[in-house]
DNA sequence: TGTTGCTTAATTGTCAGCAATCAGCAAACG
DNA sequence: CGTTTGCTGATTGCTGACAATTAAGCAACA
């Protein structure tokens, strides 16, 4: 007997599927902040009934990706200096726990995979791929939050993550002294895997200051805040 | 012009309300763990047609109360020994930032406010009103968080503590041990109030530090994934 | 000129029914 | 006697149609 496939990609429900291409097609900027989407648009370019599309969109307004005027539209949601301000507390926050709690289940092969990623990013840097350095980042603290083994964590930090993509694409945002970067992440893997919980969780806190404090100052100066229309509860 | 209240709350969408009448039902303890929740059953009990009971399903199973099994099944979640130790641990993550945040932000009159729910929870619990003290007791920290000023975190707050709530009627909660509270509570608040953020940090996390604690021995006893009596918040 | 109320087209909210899928059971088979 | 296979009832997934609500345009009017 040979090995088969399993089918589960095949038999997602719709609904989530639906739910994966319109998400894709707002992290891509494809769809900018404040566009309108009517729902009969988008069933018929899906090719899926209008209470299918209805569910997928429910689901991206639970990610915050888009927004429902009751009664009147949808439209994808704008990301403020606030919005990112709030993003990179509270994804400091995370991934502060998640380091601690990463430096306390941390074992060899596993520090030899983070650095393994880390050197993925330092190539990619070298090489000018920045691109795939950025994915390669997000994957590097998304391995950190998995050694958490913490569902409830890892599930938030995929949550706040996307928020980072999400603003990143919307404000043009990209790290800027790449340098600091790989030191730093340098710096917080090995402490992970000489398992100082305190330094692992104080450095991946300081990890997401610059962005904190830049953005801090800029509202600040009472700086650019798109408005944002509220949302039905 | 008096004061006009919003309406709001009336026009709900149908969808919402049925969520709030099944979440509520759940966290009451009228549903236990493992329940099995028939569409049909709610739809011809809420007097709402099947599709809505499915979207109000599709929230709480965000929520984490409910769960899925696609084209079989729907039934109440269950929180095991994992689960609270990961609430209370992200719990301690956030609460320890919103303290933060809330002692940068901290005025006079919030000072106040907060002695004085603090107040009502000393007199809730020497008059042993052991309910309204629990309830209290979570109004003194959504009371904190608000200070911080950071919607996405009080939305993840309010997420964790309706987990928290979750558990504590699945685990069969019992008060004990209030005067140990009430001097942390008192700790919390006065660091907060003196601005002093390292320390509201430090407080608002070892708060939760006993329950995690608890947790983490009885993890590695390998014991228990079932219900277990814990301390108020 | 600016406001008010009506009309109407567009869009979302809700419903009832059909299709797809599954767990359980009993008959067929070795 | 144990295993496989095919049915069956029940339940969820999805769709198209209808109801409710909104926003915009337009006429009436002070």
């Keep these: 007997m040979t090995k088969l496939t399993s089918l589960k990609s095949e038999k997602r429900l719709l609904d989530r599927r639906a739910a994966d291409q319109i998400r894709s097609h707002i992290l891509e900027g494809v769809l900018p902040a404040g566009e309108r989407l009517l729902e009969t648009q988008l069933s018929e370019e899906l090719e899926v009934s209008r209470g299918t599309v209805r569910s997928a969109l429910a689901q991206l307004a639970n990610e915050g990706l888009v927004q429902q005027v009751a009664f009147t539209r949808w439209e994808v949601s ?10 990179y507390t509270l994804r400091g926050a995370l991934e502060g726990l998640g380091a601690r709690l990463a430096a306390a289940n941390v074992t060899e092969p596993d520090g030899s995979r983070l650095r393994g990623i880390a ?4 190539h990619a840097i070298r090489e000018g791929r920045f691109q795939d350095a950025t994915s390669i980042d997000f994957n590097l603290h998304a391995a950190i939050i998995e050694l958490a083994r913490h569902e409830r964590l890892a599930e938030q930090h995929r949550f706040i993550v996307q928020q980072v993509r999400f603003h990143m694409v919307q404000s043009g ?3 800027n002294d790449y340098e600091e970067l790989i030191a730093e992440h340098k710096a917080l893997i090995e402490a992970v895997i000489a398992r100082d919980a305190d330094r692992a969780e104080k450095l991946a806190r300081n990890h997401n200051d610059a962005e904190v404090k830049l953005l801090a100052k800029l509202l600040k100066q009472g700086g650019s805040v798109k408005p944002i229309r509220e949302k039905v509860s």
């Design 173 to 175: 945002f990209l790290p």
């Design 78 to 87: 704008g990301t403020s200096t606030v919005d990112a301000w709030e993003i």
């Design 119 to 122: 050197d993925d990013l330092l």
